[in-house]
């Protein structure tokens, strides 16, 4: 019997985010480009008598994330059980790095840890497909965050097809303490275009060749995010953050999915630091969080048997 399990499993952001009208099942139809970014969240997942979800950030509790049947790795656990019929107990300790409600997927990168980590503790050998269609199940970003690198999104967001790129890719991130709803940042988008016909999404070609080409410029001119009007409702501070990005050096810049997180572009570590510090000075933001883009998905770093 395996005793323990570690699972290590990023952030991410979206390049663009083209967004349909409302569905009758309540969501949206996407055409996005999700990227991972090298923030990461770890799972430790152990065999217990009954489930429990522990979340910690720096030996602390952290506050806004539900440890019940809410948590969306318990719910991960609900539905890899129901497939292979069997029930899943399970003691997870999640290692919060990934800010809380910030449109980086940290409560799907946890169910796609979960999903990796309880099929490997209980050596349920579930396929890489059943794995993506649970977790489509638990929520729109949960495939993209157990395939990783880059990678189209289409239906909900949960339907995903890598996607080829040539370079590197640079973020600096400026987080906000508060975040803001996904449902509520949708509300407020069918309210701002309530009265219109929206086309149905579609991701831009113009941003697909910047990608296969490694053109970082032209990336940076081709980001575009369709909820980021209905997050500047809901947080016009975000106004000024954004427009402080773009007359930084950083390539290009836009509210992260539903935000509040605003990610610059960049193309190296020292040029994220650089539009970091810009920004701490002229605008007066805290210290931005710098990552890769482009690193692996939801994956096992350490089993203990
Ligand atoms: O799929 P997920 O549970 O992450 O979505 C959270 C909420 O965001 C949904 O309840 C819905 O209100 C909204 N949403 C949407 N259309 C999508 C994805 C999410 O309206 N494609």
Redesign the pocket.
């Known amino acids: 019997m395996t005793r323990a399990v570690r699972v290590r499993v990023p952030a991410k952001v979206n390049l663009c985010l083209g967004v349909g009208p409302l569905r009758s099942d309540?969501?949206?139809p996407?055409a996005t480009v999700y990227q991972t970014v090298g923030l990461h969240d770890e799972l430790v997942l152990r065999p217990a008598g009954s489930r429990s979800v522990e979340v910690v950030g720096d030996g602390e509790p952290v506050r806004g994330v539900p440890t019940g049947p809410a948590n969306l790795a318990w719910r991960a656990l609900d539905v890899l059980g129901q497939h292979h019929r069997t029930r899943l107990d399970v003691a997870i300790e999640v290692h919060k790095r990934i800010p809380v409600a910030g449109g980086l997927a940290g409560g799907?990168a946890d169910a796609a840890a979960a999903l990796v980590g309880a099929d490997a503790l209980f050596r349920l050998g579930t396929s890489r497909a059943a794995l993506l269609e649970l977790g489509g199940r638990l929520?729109?970003?949960v495939p993209f965050c157990l395939l990783g690198g880059t990678a189209s999104g289409e239906g909900?967001?949960e339907l995903v097809a890598p996607v080829p790129t040539v370079g590197e890719f640079w973020w600096a991130l400026v987080t906000d303490p508060e975040g803001l709803s996904?449902?509520a940042v949708?509300a407020e988008f069918d309210r701002l275009t309530a009265g219109r016909s929206l086309p149905e999404p579609d991701v831009p070609g113009e941003l697909l060749h910047a990608l296969e080409a490694g053109d970082i410029r032209r990336l940076g001119a081709a980001l575009t995010n369709d909820l980021q009007p209905a997050a500047l409702a809901l947080r016009p501070a975000l106004a000024g953050l954004l427009e402080a990005g773009l007359a930084s050096s950083a390539y290009g810049g836009l509210v992260s999915g539903s935000g509040p997180t605003v990610a610059l572009l960049c193309d190296s570590a020292d040029h994220a630091a650089e539009v970091d510090l810009t920004l701490r000075r002229e605008h007066g933001t805290a210290p931005a969080l710098i990552a890769r883009g482009d690193v692996a998905g939801a994956r096992l770093v350490e089993v203990a048997a």
Do not use: F
Request: proline letters at 0%; glycine letters at 24%.
């Open positions: 309540g969501y949206h996407l799907s929520g729109s970003d909900r967001g996904t449902a949708y």
